[in-house]
């Protein structure tokens, strides 16, 4: 049993090297649009389920809202790590600042943080072990994600392969934490195993949609942002590599591919992005998979008229697009 003074002294060495580093990411400006989207399913599962709403309903969404937040903090430095990055959020990265075995610490002790807050909310036991599952698995293809991600080099992949890789990449390392998103609201709307699988695959969707603009973004050449063309460089699994080897013929690929391997020289790269229109035909196809994500989406409306929570899905897309285009 520890007298005062020893627990003050334990707590201020918490707060310096586990709760400083855990929370440096959090305190800066961000989206927060994971957080966000489970109120969105939440209200989705209301719509599309004819559900009634519950009182304590707000305060399990703002819980949750809060697990969501920490679990994506806790893989933003993780990612970093092994990355080696070394901004995020318009500052140094957690490991830059505090050291790597303090900042794998951090990262690792948010997902399981987060996870406290399922025992706070005030839910049925089943809804509760809904919870639980549903976060272990996102959490799991995160990691399969991640290992396809930081495994893979695309360059020594058989051309046949690299875009399923990359594709299913995108899918389990970005597609699957905005579809636990989108399900951690429905399971607070008590949404029976049908709607939740339903609504799970539209924030999975979206989520693949979100990392297919974001690698568009990143492959800019005009500013010297850390984060462009870092997928280039390493020659990781991304829509743009995917694109390459789907939509352009072998002599364009050589032709890319030799441009890269001159990096970090971008003049080659820069010149044959402006004469191959390469970046503006990837936009063209990332269009499509909204557009085709937008109409699978107002399929499940039974009126004419868009519920509110389908128009703010919807909106985040044309925001894709418009930050992109």
């Known amino acids: 049993m520890m007298n005062t003074q020893e627990s003050t002294i334990i707590n201020a060495l918490l707060e310096k090297n586990l709760k400083a580093p855990a929370n440096e990411l959090a305190q800066r400006p961000k989206k927060e649009i994971r957080s966000k989207l489970v109120t969105i399913g939440y209200d989705l599962a209301h719509c599309l389920g004819k559900l009634q709403i519950q009182s304590q309903d707000k305060d399990n969404l703002n819980l949750l809202m809060q697990m969501i937040e920490e679990i994506h903090t806790g893989s933003l430095i993780v990612d970093d790590i092994q990355d080696n990055s070394s901004v995020r959020r318009g500052g140094a990265t957690v490991h830059s600042l505090y050291g790597m075995p303090l900042a794998l610490n951090a990262g690792n002790w948010l997902y399981f943080k987060a996870l406290q807050n399922i025992d706070q909310v005030s839910l049925t036991s089943q809804q509760k072990l809904q919870l639980y599952q549903v976060v272990n698995k996102a959490l799991c293809d995160a990691h399969l ?181």
């Not at 080099?153 to 390392?173: D, G, R, W, Y």
């Not at 109409?295 to 929570?309: F, G, Q, V």
Request: a neutral charge; one cysteine or more.
């Open 145 to 325: 994600g991640q290992a396809l991600d930081l495994g893979s080099n695309i360059l020594t992949t058989p051309a046949q392969h690299v875009e399923q890789v990359c594709m299913n990449s995108l899918e389990f390392k970005s597609g699957c934490l905005v579809g636990l998103s989108l399900n951690v609201g429905a399971i607070v709307a008590s949404a029976d195993e049908n709607l939740q699988k339903k609504i799970f695959n539209i924030g999975k969707q979206l989520g693949i949609l979100l990392q297919i603009f974001d690698d568009i973004g990143n492959l800019n050449t005009q500013t010297n942002h850390p984060k462009n063309l870092e997928d280039l460089y390493l020659k990781r699994p991304s829509f743009v590599w995917a694109f390459l080897f789907s939509h352009c013929d072998e002599s364009e690929r050589r032709t890319f591919i030799s441009a890269v391997e001159k990096l970090p020289d971008t003049s080659i790269l820069n010149s044959l992005l402006d004469e191959s229109k390469l970046k503006s035909r990837m936009t063209l196809k990332a269009k499509q998979h909204l557009n085709i994500f937008k109409d699978d989406l107002l399929k499940h409306c039974e009126s004419k008229e868009i519920p509110p929570a389908v128009k703010k899905i919807l909106q985040i897309g044309d925001q894709l697009y418009g930050a992109y285009n």
